[in-house]
């Protein structure tokens, strides 16, 4: 603390400045300049929250300071209570296993690093790998594979499991590792949406960092639970796409990220379990008796899938490994979490010890610059919490030892440092790194880790690093790539012996009560221990030394000087000090409370036992200080956001007051705080005992809360800009989370304080505090909110707890934690009326109990009225509820009221003679806490629990006055879980034997019970709630009988109305008598309005009736009865007046100006008219488009390709205009919206659509009023009486001239704005049609009856769900004046709820399902895909579509339309399921989506059949309904009791509403213009909701998204349906035709490819006698997808400068799809496939040059390939051919646009130019081929010329003689012939020496 923060809390004790609170002792304020300072600084956490007074201390300068009505000085201190703050809930459910879900798409790969590789992606997440198939000879394949991983398990463990990429080059017998890439399920589940939709996720070599970015993989990750909705996102392959704008990290993260060595250094640990837990140990001690058998420790550090451990300490409970254990990430890295666990090693297993996990987020600052820092810890100690210490092992501890549920136990504390170095890139940081670093010596740590010894820790010393270096090689041998580096480090540097201090946890216990019958038949005693200190049953082996000198502790940054002389309590001798601690209560027996034999009591009235634990730790306080005062801040402005907040939601005035002056407050508080950690920052300097991170955490919260001042400013600056308090509410919510974050201290050191119950020597129960919450201060902004306080605690048994109330106990206890020097201060907030049993504080020890100086007798009266939500706890679905209610001895509990959800009590519990101790004020400030439990009365076997609240019951002294309590309502809580509300108040009366006073006496009814008193009761009035019954639906079997009498029962307030009886629920599930009105008796405040049941009974044989189900309503404030808004009157009084028009052009108003070329018929327009403007034309049928688009290709053919950006629609001029061009239309216009940076523009033009389409050019004819997206809001002019919407020509404008030419050739529009024609759109919904229309509850609501009792288990609501009921309640409050008259409406059938609500007859309607596709279906085959098709089903109508499945696929297209006939309300509820069609056994359900057709059928939003946006007589648009625009127009009018609308030529008048526009068309081969009011009543038809009184949106044309669901897997998404549905009454005009929605059929292509030259082709041979370089040069090609057709050309044979002439044709066929411009591939998977599977894959031309080899393989020396929709133009000369080309930026032509292209283009193999081929693409239609066939190769017909090539192009293999001419011969000539020579030569003198001796002696012989 700074000095002058020291100087102001040790001033005197009175105010010195007004509006400053004297009742607070030793704090004064001196200087009146320094108040807002001081106003926070002085500010305790803790206590009970108050709403921010009027007079607020405000901000600093600015305009805030000056404002009406605050004083100049308020301290910010929370009134020192001395009771905690009150907590309802009173224990929370332990967390359970649940399912999870995480689905993968695998779109594509690009840019990955190796040579004509075969690539796939295997996916692993924990052990579970799936894998892609294998794409051949790429480095940019394409998979779109969809996989499905599924999980049970804890949250905590799931989001740490590690989500790995990694993408493999398959080889013949062996694959290797390109790269991988990995994320955590953290990182993906806290995304927008739980999910990464088209990120790139890049791979990297972690074995070998230098390597860089092997390749980038697209993908979609999403991560759901239960209930999770997944929204699909589009799936596109964009050749353009910029992938470093679009990596897979989080939002905020660098794109590229460098790599980072993680090195975790663990020191020492102490305070271990001393015992031996293995299992070969407890048999050891099972046999022997030895209890000796030390721990053999060693630590596991577990961080992003990789593992590393520490070597073994052997026989030791405080061991020391000094060892660190090195991890190479990237940074920042995509895993929040490291887990650091304690093992001790077993021979037959290792044992957990404890586990504690890092979050990276709070040990590190992520943002930019000089602001942000490196992951930084320490050195300091982390504590690690589990099990009993001396407990048994089971699974409850096994896992509480492995971090799962929260600790029971302190495990002792693990001393250690966490640093982050990033590394600047390759080899050379390892090496610098590693002449630091020395290897292990530990031969042991080469064993396996953990219990089952999956993974090796790196092989220990050296081994650890060539481990990890060389994971590249093959990445896919698990042991090798989760290694880690386990290296020796220094010791840190001894902490100095006066590091330490002594600190004293002093107690003293209050009350304890609710003790277990079970547990109180011995002594009891309650334990407190932090740490191993005050461990009664496992001691500390080390007395704690003497305190420490004081001059150290004024070193510390919070530790203040005393002013006082008093000396502390604890510094007596040292042999006394041990002596002082006293950590257990006597053991006293219990008594039973009275009126409940359950529970028992400790008799401590008089008498308080009091503990005091001396334990030993470092000094650091300074960090929890600072905790205090952010949790302080934090407090405070939470409890005026709830207030604020509370007010909004009541709807009472003040709220945003009350919200803006916390927001201030807030300010306030946080810059007090930035101020005191600035000075803290400057006073620290280098103290040796600051870790880093405690110098960047101060500044981190300064810049933390500096940034949120701002953010409050702009808040409470532009609220009446913006969304009033609502969208304030949410900004405050996100500062409480941002405060919230920065509370908790990483480095907090001290352990937490346990308080166990003791029996027999047994641990039975235990409660957690944490220390921070109790640590002292002598500032009141730092010091604990527990601090000196009683606090309620509630203790639970260890361990895996049932669903019952699990509480053993309830003990009040006061606690004080801090320093041996503040030990004087510990009795500073004790109640009055409390004294030291041994002399308080002048003793030089703590007391060893509190007397009580006096007591007061009380009578408290629980006023129990009733309890609304409860959960159901029979079979019946409903409880038989009662409440029992403790306070301290005292117990009392209430009637059991029979089969109810919302029992009314009306009863008033008496406990008489309750003792209270202390001083009157204090028990009048701060009362004991009333328990309250509700239970359901089983008559067999014990009451259920059904939930508890905690209240606080309302004081009255007998010298004050009495007044009534009010009732309110508290949270009932069911462990975690909500168990709905109490309405009830309770009051404390102070008993007093004179006859003065006295409580005011209760009525008594039979049986000796009270009634709540009348004056307590709520005001009653009579209220009429009247209700629509509707009909029963879906109603399952009851007792195995079939519901057939169904009536409904309505309760409410104690009265019952009754339904009419259905008497055949399968001929008719309406009701006969559709309303009926009941009056009630209901309080006058609405808050207090008791729930509405709905019961359902089933009436059977003999009168019997059944419960079927039931429903309860807890609010009634939603049926509160609106009066409707009065229609408007009829048009004929408010007619505008007739206007003659002139022959001559006519005067409009002012503004409007008609241009000089208008014949339009509009008449002119007057004020009360409201303008709308349809198009000339309505859009052309096919025909005239094709002619149009014929004659628009003629008109443009000798144009620049350059200037003019092409569409798909021009890529193919037959391409027809039907459904699907609607549909891809409307697509891409969904896709530029939600891409738009101005997405509220689009929304703020939504009524505009029709103003702003394609063709609005032709409204140029009425107004030359320019208007641009900017100004498009003032398009509304409100006038005296009625809006003027005047409607404008073009969004930007144009001259007139342009306007004149674009109106002849009506159709074409910008090149840039789409295709040339208009095509007409429907809305494209992402999700289902009832969530955009409310589900359709505009006519009656639909409740859910449930049966059976409620549970947590999972899939439990679908179990206990038996039917619905649909109806409707109306109720509002009965007046003298209303009273006749409703009598009046009740006998002649008029009633308010039942108005404009059709009858509930019999209905006939046709039904037609469009299904056009489904996205993401779960695999339901073990190759991981499905064979999906779809099932119908409404009523007993059945459609299997099963011969029509769609083999392998997870994406189908069905485009299937069905039609049935159906009776409303007999078959209403359309199922639409997805199954999977086998060929053995039964088909498996994938998943199915339910609609309710009668909401939709009968609602006002008209969802039967969607508006489209343009009115078509025929074509791809034609009209679908039966009735015609203007038919509907008037039965929409007369329905909702309007007049007819009112036509005439160029308006329609509806209501007080004129709509104008164009009426009069001119029809092709007509010459006489047709009037029709059709285009016009379908624009009104749009704009109903503007309608006054009667309108709303109608459903437009639409697709909409459904969800599957499966039973087997509740809650969890199964995939998507796109599908719409229309529906026609019977009794209307029979509709259309069906629409043809069946899916396009791929268009036949045919590719020709002519492979002219090559050039500068590398040359890989070598010859091996000459030495010449040269090269066999052949082309091979196909298209991606098409490997089975891949072609080659022949070999151009030893090019020596890399030239090469083919003259060789490719001719590839293929199947395409221009709307979604993919190739589609039919084939058998494998041998065993029975049908071909449909593969869609972008069109990717593969060319490869390759080096032929007769006897070995081929060379591969280089790659192009081209999208086909957009390549680089080839280059015109092999010059200009640059590697470049290929890079984004050149420009990219669509040979689907130009049909021929001719250049050269470059070949490249890792990057460098390996060659280029000048090639010829020509595209063809499979017609226009089959009228003009070419021959492959140089064959028939059109065969191509022989290249003319070299001679030296031959083989050696086939040609010797002219491979020996061109090589040997030419080279060797004169060397030959002379070798020849030679040899002649030689062998002639050989055979003349040979035959010469034989000659000459023949010669001599013969003479």
Not at 290 to 318: C, H, M, W
Not at 910 to 925: A, E, F, N
Not at 1238 to 1254: E, M, R, T
């Amino acid at each position: 603390m700074v000095p002058f923060q020291r100087e102001i809390h040790r001033r005197g004790s009175s105010s010195a400045v007004p509006g400053v609170k004297a009742d607070l002792p030793g704090y004064r304020v001196l200087f009146p300049e320094k108040c807002v300072w001081v106003s926070s600084m002085c500010a305790c956490a803790g206590g009970e929250v108050e709403a921010p007074s009027e007079a607020s201390a405000l901000l600093q300068g600015e305009n805030w300071e000056d404002q009406p009505g605050t004083s100049a000085v308020r301290t910010r201190i929370i009134p020192n209570n001395k009771r905690a703050k009150l907590k309802t809930c009173i224990q929370k459910s332990e967390g359970r296993p649940q399912s999870f879900q995480i689905c993968i798409n695998i779109t594509e790969a690009r840019q990955l690093v190796g040579e004509n590789i075969d690539p796939s992606v295997l996916l692993e997440i924990g052990d579970e790998k799936k894998q892609t198939s294998v794409q051949e000879g790429t480095n940019a394949p394409f998979y779109n594979e969809y996989f499905v991983f599924e999980f049970f398990a804890y949250k905590e463990v799931f989001f740490d499991k590690v989500i790995k990429l990694t993408v493999m080059h398959s080889k013949m017998l062996r694959s290797f590792s390109v790269g991988s890439f990995k994320v955590d399920v953290w990182t993906v589940y806290r995304q927008p949406g739980h999910q990464f939709t088209n990120k790139w996720a890049m791979l990297t070599n972690p074995g070998d960092i230098s390597t860089g970015v092997r390749g980038y993989v697209k993908c979609d990750i999403s991560v759901s639970a239960k209930g999770d909705a997944v929204k699909p996102g589009p799936k596109a392959s964009d050749a353009e796409e910029q992938i470093d704008k679009n990596l897979l990290v989080p939002e905020g993260f660098p794109s590229e990220r460098p790599w980072a060595r993680f090195c975790v250094k663990v020191y020492r640990a102490e305070g271990l379990p001393r015992n031996n837990s293995s299992i070969m140990a407890n048999v050891t001690k099972a046999f022997i008796g030895d209890n000796t058998a030390l721990i053999d420790p060693y630590v596991e550090v577990s961080f992003f899938k990789r593992v590393g451990r520490t070597s073994t300490q052997k026989s030791t409970a405080e061991p020391a490994w000094n060892e660190q254990i090195v991890f190479t990430e990237m940074f920042p890295p995509l895993c929040q979490r490291l887990k650091i666990q304690v093992w001790d090693e077993g021979s037959m297993g290792d044992v957990a010890i404890g586990t504690h996990y890092f979050d990276l987020r709070r040990i590190s600052n992520e943002q930019d610059g000089d602001r942000g820092f490196l992951p930084t810890f320490g050195p300091a100690w982390i504590n690690l919490y589990g099990s009993v210490r001396n407990g048994s092992i089971g699974d409850d501890t096994v896992e509480l030892n492995e971090g799962i549920g929260e600790g029971v136990s302190y495990r002792g504390r693990v001393y250690m440092e966490l640093a982050v170095e990033i590394l600047s890139g390759g080899s050379g940081s390892e090496s610098k790194l590693g002449r630091m670093l020395k290897p292990s010596k530990d031969a042991k740590a080469g064993k396996g880790v953990g219990k089952d010894g999956k993974t090796p820790a790196g092989g220990g010393g050296g081994g650890g690093g060539a481990g990890a270096a060389a994971g590249g090689a093959a990445d896919d041998d698990k042991g090798k790539a989760a290694a880690a580096e386990v290296l020796p480090v220094e010791s840190p540097p001894a902490l100095d012996a006066d590091n330490n201090e002594t600190f004293l946890l002093f107690g003293a216990l209050f009350e304890a009560t609710m003790i277990d019958r079970k547990i109180g038949d011995k002594p009891i005693s309650f334990e407190f221990s932090i740490g191993n200190y005050g461990n009664v049953l496992e001691p500390p082996e080390k007395p704690p030394p003497r305190s420490p000198s004081p001059a150290f502790r004024r070193r510390a940054l919070d530790a203040p000087v005393s002013a006082t002389p008093t000396s502390p309590l604890l510094l007596g001798e040292p042999a006394d000090a041990p002596t002082t601690s006293r950590s257990s209560t006597p053991p006293q027996r219990p008594l039973i409370v009275e009126g409940n034999r359950y529970y028992m009591h400790l008799p401590l009235e008089k008498q308080k036992p009091c503990i005091s634990v001396l334990s030993n730790w470092e000094n650091r306080a300074y960090r929890l200080h600072n905790s205090n005062m952010l949790d302080n801040i934090a407090v405070l402005f939470e409890g005026g956001v709830a207030s604020a907040a509370e007010l909004h939601r009541k709807s009472e005035p003040g709220a945003e007051h009350l919200l803006e002056t916390a927001l201030k407050e807030f300010c306030a508080d946080a810059r007090s705080f930035v101020a005191a950690a600035e000075a803290k920052l400057k006073a620290e300097g280098k103290s040796s005992y600051l870790t880093q991170l405690d110098r960047k955490r101060l500044t981190l919260c300064r810049q933390e809360l500096e940034s949120m001042i701002g953010d409050a400013r702009s808040v409470v600056e532009r609220k009446r800009k913006a969304g009033g308090v609502k969208e304030m509410l949410q900004h405050a919510t996100k500062l409480k989370q941002k405060i919230r974050f920065l509370v908790e201290e990483p480095q907090h050191t001290v352990p937490d304080v346990f308080v166990w119950l003791l029996s027999n020597n047994k641990r039975i129960a235990y409660a957690r505090l944490s220390a921070r919450d109790l640590l002292y201060s002598s500032s009141r902004e730092a010091r604990g909110i527990h601090c000196g306080k009683i606090i309620t605690l509630f203790l639970k048994p260890p361990g895996k707890r049932v669903a019952d109330l699990s509480v053993q106990a309830q003990v009040d206890v006061y606690l004080w934690y801090g320093s041996s020097s503040d030990s004087v201060h510990m009795l500073d907030d004790l109640p009055a009326g409390f004294s030291a049993a041994t002399g308080g504080a002048a003793s030089s020890r703590p007391p060893a109990a509190l007397l009580c100086a006096e007591q007061h007798a009380f009578q408290l009266r629980c006023h129990m009225y009733q309890a609304r939500g409860l959960i159901a706890a029979d079979t019946s679905g409903l409880s038989d509820p009662f409440a029992r209610v403790t306070c301290l001895s005292h117990s009392q509990t209430t009637n059991v009221i029979s089969q109810t959800l919302s029992p009314t009590w009306n009863q008033c519990l008496l406990m008489s003679r309750l003792l209270l101790g202390g001083d009157l004020q204090h028990v009048w400030k701060e009362p004991p806490r009333v328990l309250v439990e509700v239970y359901d009365d089983d008559a067999l076997g014990r009451a259920e629990y059904l939930g508890a609240t905690v209240v606080v019951p309302e004081v009255r002294l007998a010298s004050d006055p009495y007044a009534p309590p009010t009732l309110e309502y508290s949270p009932i809580h069911c462990g975690s879980l909500p168990g709905g509300d109490l309405l009830a108040a309770f009051e404390l009366l102070q008993m007093q034997e004179s006859a003065e006073w006295s409580p005011p006496a209760l009525e008594k009814q039979e049986g000796g019970i009270y009634t709540v008193p009348a004056n307590i009761r709520p005001v009653l009035s009579t209220f009429r709630l009247e209700v629509l019954f509707w009909g029963m639906r879906e109603l399952k079997k009851v007792q195995l009988l079939s519901v057939d009498r169904p009536q409904v029962f309505i309760e409410c307030a104690g009265k019952t109305l009754r339904s009419s009886v259905i008497q055949k629920y399968k001929s008719n599930p309406n009701f006969p008598t559709l309303v009926d009105a009941i009056e009630l008796e209901l309080p006058e405040n609405e808050h207090l309005h008791p729930p509405l049941s709905i019961t359902v009974v089933d009436w059977r044989a003999f009168g019997r009736s059944t419960l079927v189900g039931n429903h309860v309503i807890n609010n009634l404030k939603a049926f509160k009865y609106a009066p409707p808004p009065a229609l408007p009157a009829p048009t004929q009084t408010h007619r505008p007046p007739k206007v003659t028009e002139p022959p001559g052009p006519s005067t409009p108003p002012e503004g409007l100006c008609p241009s000089a070329g208008d014949t339009t018929m509009t008449p002119p327009l007057t004020d009360p008219d409201f303008l709308i403007t349809v198009e000339e034309d309505a859009p052309p049928p096919e025909e005239q488009l094709g002619k149009k688009r014929a004659g628009e290709a003629r008109s443009t053919r000798g144009r620049s390709t350059k200037r003019k950006k092409r569409t798909i629609a021009d890529e193919s001029a037959e391409c027809v205009i039907d459904w699907w061009s609607k549909y891809y239309a409307s697509r891409d216009k969904r896709a530029k919206q939600d891409g738009s940076p101005f997405p509220q523009v689009f929304d703020k033009a939504l009524p505009y659509q029709g103003l702003l389409s394609d063709g609005i050019d032709s409204l140029g004819k009425h107004s030359d009023i320019r208007v641009t997206a900017a100004n498009v809001d003032r398009l509304v002019i409100p006038t005296s009486c009625v809006e003027i919407f005047c409607l404008v020509t073009r969004v930007g404008g144009e001259p007139d001239g342009d306007k004149r030419k674009k109106q002849k050739g009506r159709g074409t529009l910008d090149p840039n704005l789409g295709p040339a024609t208009k095509l007409a759109t429907l809305e494209l919904y992402s999700k289902e049609l009832e969530a955009e229309f409310a589900s359709f509850n505009d006519w009656v609501n639909t409740y859910e009856l449930f049966r059976g009792k409620a549970n947590e288990e999972e899939g439990a609501t679908e179990g206990r769900f038996v039917g619905k009921f649909k109806g409707r309640f109306c109720l509002y409050k009965m007046s003298e004046d209303n009273a006749q008259d409703s009598d009046q409406d009740t006998d002649g059938g008029d009633f308010r709820v039942s108005r404009g609500i059709p009858p509930n007859g019999l209905v006939q309607v046709l039904v037609r399902v469009y299904i056009v596709s489904a996205s993401n279906l779960h695999p339901a085959d073990p190759d991981g895909k499905a064979d999906p098709y779809v099932v119908l089903r409404l009523g007993k109508n059945e459609i299997k579509d099963r011969d029509n499945y769609i083999p392998k696929q997870l994406n189908p297209v069905f485009g299937r339309s069905f039609e049935m006939q159906a009776t409303f309300p007999l078959e209403s509820l359309l199922s639409v399921a997805v199954y999977d069609h086998d060929l053995v056994g039964g088909d498996d359900l994938i998943g199915e989506t339910r609609i309710d057709l009668e909401n939709r059928f009968y609602s006002r939003h008209r969802a039967t059949c969607g508006l489209p946006t343009e009115y078509s007589l025929d074509g791809y648009n034609a009209w679908r309904d039966g009735l015609k625009p203007s038919e509907l127009l008037s039965k929409l009018c007369r329905d909702h009791g309007l007049e007819e609308p009112l036509f005439r030529p160029g308006r329609i008048s509806v209501a007080d509403k004129v709509f104008v526009g164009k009426t009069c068309f001119v029809h092709e081969g007509e010459d006489e213009p047709l009037e029709s009011y059709e285009h016009l009543s379908l624009k009104v038809l749009q704009r109903w909701a503007e309608i006054p009184a009667v309108g709303c949106k109608l459903v437009p044309e639409h697709i909409e998204t459904r969800t599957l669901f499966n039973k087997d897997r509740p809650g969890m998404d199964q995939g998507q349906v796109q599908m719409w549905v229309d529906m026609f009454p019977m009794d209307l005009p029979p509709p259309g035709p069906s629409v043809d929605i069946s899916p396009r059929k791929p268009k036949g292509y045919e590719l020709r490819i002519i492979i002219w030259n090559t050039e500068d082709v590398i040359l890989e041979d070598s010859s091996f006698l000459t030495g010449q370089q040269s090269s066999d040069i052949y082309i091979k090609g196909w298209l991606k997808g098409l490997e089975d057709d891949r072609q080659e050309t022949d070999v151009h044979y030893n090019s020596l400068t890399g030239e090469g002439n083919f003259n060789w044709r490719f001719v590839f066929p293929f199947s395409y799809l221009p709307a979604e411009k993919v190739i589609v591939v039919s084939k058998k998977e494998h041998i065993f496939s029975l049908d071909k599977s449909e593969q869609k894959l972008p069109a990717i031309l593969s060319l490869q040059v390759w080096d032929f080899e007769t006897l070995s393989s081929d060379d591969f020396l280089g790659t192009v390939e081209l999208d086909l929709h957009g390549f680089p133009r080839g280059a015109k000369t092999a010059k200009l051919c640059k590697a470049d080309m290929l890079t984004e930026g050149t420009e990219r032509i669509s040979i689907f646009q130009q049909k021929r292209a001719r250049g050269w283009w470059p070949f490249a193999k890792c990057g460098e130019l390996t060659g280029k081929v000048e090639a010829e693409f020509h595209l063809l239609t499979a017609e226009e081929a089959e009228k003009n066939c070419v021959g492959r190769a140089r064959k028939e017909p059109e065969p191509l010329p022989k290249p003319n090539r070299p001679d030296t192009s031959f083989s050696w293999f086939v040609n010797p003689f002219k491979c020996f001419f061109h090589l040997v011969w030419r080279s060797y000539k004169k060397y030959i012939i002379m070798a020849l020579v030679l040899l002649i030569g030689a062998l002639f003198l050989a055979l003349l020496f040979y035959t010469l001796p034989g000659a000459i002696s023949q010669k001599i012989v013969n003479g």
